[in-house]
């Protein structure tokens, strides 16, 4: 759907009530699009942890205009199946799809590129032990190949 006011209109039908019984929760959902007018927005909110963050903010339930109370969890997976083709993703059904950019992973404490001797394993195991990095080996490696 295109608007968080569709989706209302949408709640209305199936639940009852009137469309602004539903639209804060239906801007809460589409709120990322303020930041980002792609439906990649909807890695923030539209999943499985997203409908259940939308109880935790607006309650397990609401009274609608005709007195009928209904479930949030309701209203948000009407809202995410709507969106996503008839589906309600998880969060890391969304998360798996990220295309890593080497800023994402950086654990390297130290902002200045170190001078890698003649043993690169003797220095990352020099560095892991005194709590200087988090990284494993081949990572670690990596972020050193380039300056921070």
């Not at 969304?94 to 994402?104: A, H, T």
Request: net charge negative; hydrophobic share 40%; with cysteine.
């Amino acid at each position: 759907m295109a608007h968080p006011l569709h989706h209302a209109e949408s709640s209305a039908r199936k639940f009852g009530g009137d469309p602004s019984d539903y639209q804060t929760i239906h801007d809460w959902f589409d709120a990322s699009k303020a930041h980002m007018a792609c439906f990649t927005h909807r890695a923030l909110r539209h999943h499985t942890q997203g409908i259940f963050e939308a109880e935790r903010v607006f309650g397990l339930t609401i009274t609608n205009s005709a007195g009928r109370v209904i479930p949030v969890r309701w209203i948000g997976e009407q809202h995410v199946k709507e969106d996503c083709q008839g589906r309600i993703p998880s969060m890391a059904d969304w998360f798996r799809r990220i295309q890593p950019e080497g800023w994402m992973a950086n654990g390297h404490i130290d902002l200045v590129q170190a001078e890698l001797t003649s043993d690169p394993r003797a220095d990352w195991i020099a560095e892991v032990t005194v709590g200087k990095t988090i990284l494993g080996f081949k990572d670690w490696v990596g972020a050193h190949t380039v300056i921070c």
